[in-house]
């Protein structure tokens, strides 16, 4: 399975036309300690760009941008009682959205791990 | 300011902590260790937490009569303040704002003063302005440090046993690691601790050894922030500012009896009017029903839907385990168990007036 990562730091899996969205590991570290997130419902429909949630840090707010266009098909509802998961396991576990994908093609916009990791050095 | 940001005599030694650095009035500053902050809250209130607070201003006042003259700029009693005392207070304007918060201690031969980093630039002329006779000596050549937390009496006390006498808001000086160091029983977390000026050549190793303390771990401005707001205490330029009274501001503990029935400082008259008549907004606890964080500058509104305010200082609260928040309220609200609404990103979050501090103070008095 590919995974495809945003400069807004988020990670991408597909299976089929659902994807799965988290945030990556260096984002959760650089955020800090992690005590809510705020999240859409399944149904809401966002555009490539739209922010769909919101992450609290002990110190700041940070929002979630969509990577990709989409409807919310599910959101991890147990990062609403152990928002702490996102820092423990943020690209296992912790992922933050199942989405259906308006348009698979956007996926080529993204970068690979390799991308990725010159993006952050 | 593009001004690089000046460091404290403690930044190698935060480098090696592994301090996150980042520029904070001017300065570069741990914001937070490996522990992180809430690691580095909960250590503070359990055991002890080293903090640099070196780039706060220190300030000697030398000459005749020093605590009379700061009462012409200052509502607090510091005629009366006896030396080895430490009392805080703030400067106010001619219409009843605070300039700045400070402490004042009477170190016997002068006065010493600390003001914060943000309003050094500010606070030094205004001293040396208006305290006629008064040499006004800001010190360059020193480092500030906080040692908070239950143990902080061990920590300091077995490097320096004089420590150990002190109660809250009494300062002296005295030796640790053989170097002539202030020590003040205060500091800005709720706990007990106190917070000592080290020449900054020593400052590293008095440092140190501290930390070389079980109990004893680095704290950065992060758990900082999150320790004084579940205590309740204001943030200049967040909680107070040039227009904020100290009345509005629920700092009327702060005047003394005297100060407030015969007035003679900046702003009296309003400040005076407030005591009486009540100010038109007060600064309360908010504590949020749900788990998100309602930050500065958030809308408070009536269980009627009205705005009735802001939060000024928010965030999560390591020791009460959610949200925590201090914001004004307008005349007419703010009464303890009052239900409001935090209009956090477009949505109502209920939310309840509380009592400050959100943690019991833990002062050794």
Redesign the interface.
Known sequence: MTTYYSEEHEWITVEGDIATIGITQHAADQL??I??V?QREAGDEFEKGDEIG?I?S????SEIYAPVDGEVVEANGAL?DT?GALNENPEGDAWIYKVKLADAAQLEDLMDLDGYKALIG | MTDTPKRTPLYDLHVELGGKMVDFAGWEMP??YPM???GEHKHCREKAALFDVSHMGQVILKGDNIGEKLEAICPQAYATLKEGKARYGFFTNEDGGIMDDLIVSNAGDHFFVVVNASMRHQDIPHMAANLDGVEVTEIFDRALVAVQGPKAEDVVGELCPAARDLTFMETTVADINGVECRISRLGYTGEDGYEISIPEADAEAVARAFLAHDDCEPAGL?ARD?LRLEAGLCLYGNDIDQSTSPIEASLSWAIQKRRKEEGGFPGAERIQRELAEGAAKKLVGIKPEG???A?QHVEIQCAEGNTIGEITSG??G?TVGG?VAMGYVAKGHGEVGEKVNLII?GKAQPAEIVSLPFVQQNYKR
Do not use: D, L
């Open positions: 800090g300690e005590v809510f705020e919101v609290e002990v110190k700041a707010a609403e928002p | 914001v937070q992180g902050i809430m992060g999150s788990r998100a964080p930050r965030s999560f390591p949200p990103r």
